[in-house]
């Protein structure tokens, strides 16, 4: 953060930084203040499973329900701080390999932060069968459905920054593609999670598991190809083989959508 704010380049201002500058700048807010709280989670754990605390016992006064929001409250933020630099990968790459520049650049980045922002305040949507009570359903079922917006922001404009360019479908720009198409799956299973009665059928089944890892695979790691493959020159001088990373990221897609892709119709 320090480093973002004090050793930019002469003339860049925040607004002239890449997008996926501005996007590890988020993640690493999100870090700040997301570890102190697993930490609290973990040594509250601890002493309990070896020195007999009982902060989750409830018939010695302890409550199971503080893991479960300690836990979440870190973990839902920690789904951003792991796909947001993703997404930082991909409005580089995009705009690149469509020969255009990146579509509504102060959306991307104001998208970012609101993705971060709200990150906070969706955890519980992890929690509607522990029974936290009608009312808290409610309120994380309404900020589960608005988090989709900024997210769908970004898509838009990806997908805008593609519309009418030359595009060359190198290794990086398939991946990042496949970032774009495969989280765009995640997240409208994830949108239905939203809807607590669908969420409660849905809780513990093979469906969680396809939308986990549309979102955590299909989003992370192929945006980390995607990164892999455009930035391995920059950095050791010499290029990859283009046909051995598009071999790479077609065996990646069907090999995913073959083993997940069924399981949003199992569960």
Known sequence: TVTIFNMRAPGMTLFKMPVFTWM??????LLVFAMPVIAVALFLLTFSRLFGATFFTPELGGDP?????LFWIFGHPEVYILVLPAFGIISEVIPTFSRKPIFGYPFMVFS?????????????????????????????????MFIAVPTGVKILNWMATMWGGRIKFSAAMLFAIGVVSMFTIGGLSGVTHSVAPADTQQTDTYYIVAHFH????GGIIFGLFSGFYFWWPKIFGHKLSEKMGKLNFWVMLVGFNLTFGPMHILG
């Open 214 to 217: 549309y979102v955590i695979f």
């Open 112 to 144: 970012g932060i609101a993705i971060g922002f709200m990150g906070w305040g969706v955890w519980a949507h992890h929690m509607f069968v522990s029974g936290i009570g009608p009312v808290s359903v409610a309120a994380f079922s309404l900020s589960t």
């Open 65 to 69: 329900l503080l893991w479960q929001h």
């Open 24 to 29: 590890m700048l988020v993640v690493q807010l």
